[in-house]
């Protein structure tokens, strides 16, 4: 309850101080002191330190699955307003309003990490996915941007309605006329109208974390969005509705796990063979890692396939290390002139850190060991086989992670092994500071695909 308060009411101190604060750096100084205390009150309460008690009417439940998971949201927030908060600054003149959205998206997150009911799942979904529409096209200049932010409403409020159909079909074929996520007392079976809404919910929550097929917004929106919110975008947000995905299906529809397994099964193969031979083709580095976020969720829907404890873990694994390592790519993106791959010909030695940097980045995303990424694939595919169903799909993910380092390698290749053009331009805003939050980010992959049990410790305290 600590997290769903502070960032609400940080949330709105952002938007009331946008009167007050002067100059552009103010409300980036108060957004990372908010995130910080946010974080520390999120471990509190890992604590049992908890500073608001209401009646919650059994509708949030706060395990330590879901505040380790907020502690790695804020933590990597805390990294991206560190690295990206003057590029925020620098998408338009409502700096505090920017920040003040993040905020509430945050509020949202943690909603989708404790929901204990149908209606605050709804309401954890809606409180990240509005702010995004308007972050989305706060770059009122940019036509790209626009068209981005009207398709993704338009896309976004249809699945809401296709969300919100699925709960009340749940709702009506539930003998407790209860939303609660643990009332459904299926006993293997499961009737009509709840095996419909339980549809209805899996393709509107596809929709949400980019899986194939409901993903044909991502390239688009990813792309025409501001760069620096795009970050945001495709790693903390993506990485709760998944959150929220496990929540709700162990909970609920956990005991009939063997009948709608093989819907998650298609989905997921779906999703990386998709994800990842369509960002093969791709020039710009962006929109490759826009088609490269759905091949990473394919591997995060092995946690909905397993649903067991290796599952779980490597959730956390992954959301952990998949935003680390894009926003920290994302950060050395927006420092280029040129987004395509030729931008980055040569980085490697005209930058030796960003550089360096970006190959640990990108070799976590590729999953080789020694990093964060390859023990966040390893937990997922151990899972899928502790299952005991669907080999096939663990092949295939192997498969696609095979293809994935393709498209990876092909940057490293050009920052390494090619010459900088004479138009290359020299990154810019290159600062000491930015070169060491970099080195602390690529530390923290390394470390956490050493030495893992320093983030599920808590999992488990």
């Given at each position: 309850?600590?997290?769903?308060?502070?960032?609400?009411?940080?949330?709105?101190?952002?938007?009331?101080?946008?009167?007050?604060?002067?100059?552009?750096?103010?409300?980036?100084?108060?957004?990372?002191?908010?995130?910080?205390?946010?974080?520390?009150?999120?471990?509190?309460?890992?604590?049992?330190?908890?500073?608001?008690?209401?009646?919650?009417?059994?509708?949030?439940?706060?395990?330590?699955?879901?505040?380790?998971?907020?502690?790695?949201?804020?933590?990597?927030?805390?990294?991206?307003?560190?690295?990206?908060?003057?590029?925020?600054?620098?998408?338009?003149?409502?700096?505090?309003?920017?920040?003040?959205?993040?905020?509430?998206?945050?509020?949202?997150?943690?909603?989708?990490?404790?929901?204990?009911?149908?209606?605050?799942?709804?309401?954890?979904?809606?409180?990240?996915?509005?702010?995004?529409?308007?972050?989305?096209?706060?770059?009122?200049?940019?036509?790209?941007?626009?068209?981005?932010?009207?398709?993704?409403?338009?896309?976004?409020?249809?699945?809401?309605?296709?969300?919100?159909?699925?709960?009340?079909?749940?709702?009506?074929?539930?003998?407790?006329?209860?939303?609660?996520?643990?009332?459904?007392?299926?006993?293997?079976?499961?009737?009509?109208?709840?095996?419909?809404?339980?549809?209805?919910?899996?393709?509107?929550?596809?929709?949400?974390?980019?899986?194939?097929?409901?993903?044909?917004?991502?390239?688009?929106?990813?792309?025409?969005?501001?760069?620096?919110?795009?970050?945001?975008?495709?790693?903390?947000?993506?990485?709760?509705?998944?959150?929220?995905?496990?929540?709700?299906?162990?909970?609920?529809?956990?005991?009939?796990?063997?009948?709608?397994?093989?819907?998650?099964?298609?989905?997921?193969?779906?999703?990386?063979?998709?994800?990842?031979?369509?960002?093969?083709?791709?020039?710009?580095?962006?929109?490759?890692?826009?088609?490269?976020?759905?091949?990473?969720?394919?591997?995060?829907?092995?946690?909905?396939?397993?649903?067991?404890?290796?599952?779980?873990?490597?959730?956390?694994?992954?959301?952990?290390?998949?935003?680390?390592?894009?926003?920290?790519?994302?950060?050395?993106?927006?420092?280029?002139?040129?987004?395509?791959?030729?931008?980055?010909?040569?980085?490697?030695?005209?930058?030796?850190?960003?550089?360096?940097?970006?190959?640990?980045?990108?070799?976590?995303?590729?999953?080789?060991?020694?990093?964060?990424?390859?023990?966040?694939?390893?937990?997922?595919?151990?899972?899928?086989?502790?299952?005991?169903?669907?080999?096939?799909?663990?092949?295939?993910?192997?498969?696609?992670?095979?293809?994935?380092?393709?498209?990876?390698?092909?940057?490293?290749?050009?920052?390494?092994f090619r010459e900088a053009g004479?138009?290359s331009a020299e990154p810019r805003?290159?600062?000491?500071?930015?070169?060491?939050?970099?080195?602390?980010?690529?530390?923290?992959?390394?470390?956490?695909g050493l030495y893992p049990e320093?983030?599920?410790?808590?999992?488990?305290?």
């Open positions: 309850m600590n997290a769903i308060i502070t960032t609400a009411v940080w949330g709105v101190v952002m938007m009331f101080g946008g009167v007050f604060f002067k100059g552009k750096d103010t409300p980036r100084y108060a957004a990372i002191a908010g995130i910080i205390l946010v974080l520390i009150a999120n471990c509190l309460e890992m604590n049992d330190q908890v500073f608001f008690s209401p009646d919650l009417h059994r509708m949030f439940e706060f395990k330590p699955f879901g505040l380790l998971f907020n502690a790695v949201a804020f933590a990597c927030t805390l990294l991206y307003f560190l690295l990206n908060g003057r590029d925020v600054a620098r998408v338009g003149s409502n700096v505090s309003e920017y920040f003040a959205l993040i905020f509430f998206v945050l509020c949202g997150v943690s909603i989708a990490s404790s929901f204990n009911t149908l209606l605050t799942l709804f309401l954890g979904i809606e409180i990240m996915s509005i702010p995004l529409y308007i972050l989305t096209g706060s770059d009122k200049r940019n036509l790209k941007s626009n068209e981005a932010a009207l398709k993704y409403f338009l896309m976004g409020s249809f699945s809401t309605g296709i969300l919100l159909l699925g709960i009340a079909f749940i709702y009506g074929g539930n003998e407790l006329a209860s939303f609660n996520i643990n009332d459904l007392n299926l006993a293997g079976r499961m009737p009509a109208m709840i095996g419909v809404g339980m549809l209805l919910v899996l393709i509107a929550l596809a929709f949400k974390v980019s899986a194939a097929p409901f993903h044909f917004w991502t390239p688009d929106v990813y792309d025409g969005a501001p760069t620096v919110f795009t970050s945001f975008m495709a790693t903390i947000v993506k990485a709760a509705g998944f959150i929220a995905f496990l929540r709700l299906f162990s909970k609920s529809f956990g005991v009939l796990h063997e009948q709608w397994q093989i819907f998650i099964a298609i989905i997921t193969a779906a999703t990386l063979v998709i994800g990842n031979l369509t960002a093969v083709f791709q020039q710009s580095v962006k929109r490759m890692l826009a088609y490269s976020s759905i091949a990473q969720a394919g591997f995060m829907l092995f946690a909905i396939f397993a649903l067991n404890d290796d599952a779980r873990e490597g959730l956390i694994l992954y959301s952990a290390a998949y935003s680390l390592a894009t926003i920290g790519l994302f950060a050395i993106l927006i420092r280029l002139e040129d987004y395509t791959i030729e931008g980055f010909n040569g980085l490697g030695k005209r930058s030796p850190v960003l550089g360096v940097t970006a190959v640990i980045f990108l070799l976590s995303l590729t999953g080789v060991p020694g990093t964060a990424g390859f023990m966040g694939k390893f937990y997922m595919l151990m899972a899928a086989l502790k299952n005991g169903h669907h080999t096939w799909l663990v092949i295939t993910a192997v498969l696609m992670a095979a293809v994935s380092a393709y498209y990876y390698f092909r940057v490293i290749q050009a920052m390494f004479t138009l805003d290159i600062t000491p500071g930015f070169k060491l939050l970099l080195i602390v980010a690529a530390a923290l992959v390394i470390m956490i320093m983030l599920l410790y808590w999992l488990h305290s």
